[in-house]
Nanobody
């Protein structure tokens, strides 16, 4: 079982920056993908960015050029550096880890609130 612990959310003014962290623990295997999703009030959860064990990244169009996802050297912690924040970035941000090859697994963090004031 994989456990995720997130940190780094908060309240920031538009144009500001925040860094989210997500640490994974438990029985981990390489070849996984860690990502950040967000859910705004009344909206569905959406992918913000993800990164594979090999370092390949993917971003949703609305955050390209503003957000950067990265992993530390042991691959068990993922970061999301958010710059140029906009009010529409407000939401609960969730970390996910998944492995689609055997042994497969998927776990979610508890979520961290990000609020951007105008």
């Amino acid at each position: 079982q994989v456990h995720l612990v997130e940190s780094g959310g908060g309240l920031v003014q538009a144009g500001g920056s925040l860094r989210l962290s997500c640490a994974a623990s438990g029985t981990l295997f390489g070849g996984n993908t860690m990502g950040w999703y967000r859910q705004a009030p009344g909206k569905q959860r959406e992918l913000v960015a993800d990164i594979t064990s090999e370092g390949s990244t993917k971003y949703t169009d609305s955050v390209k050029g503003r957000f950067t996802i990265s992993r530390d050297n042991d691959g068990n912690t993922v970061y999301l550096h958010m710059a140029g924040l906009k009010p529409e970035d407000t939401g609960v941000y969730y970390c996910q880890i998944k492995r689609v090859y055997w042994p497969t697994y998927s776990s979610w963090g508890q979520g961290t609130q990000v609020t951007v004031s105008s």
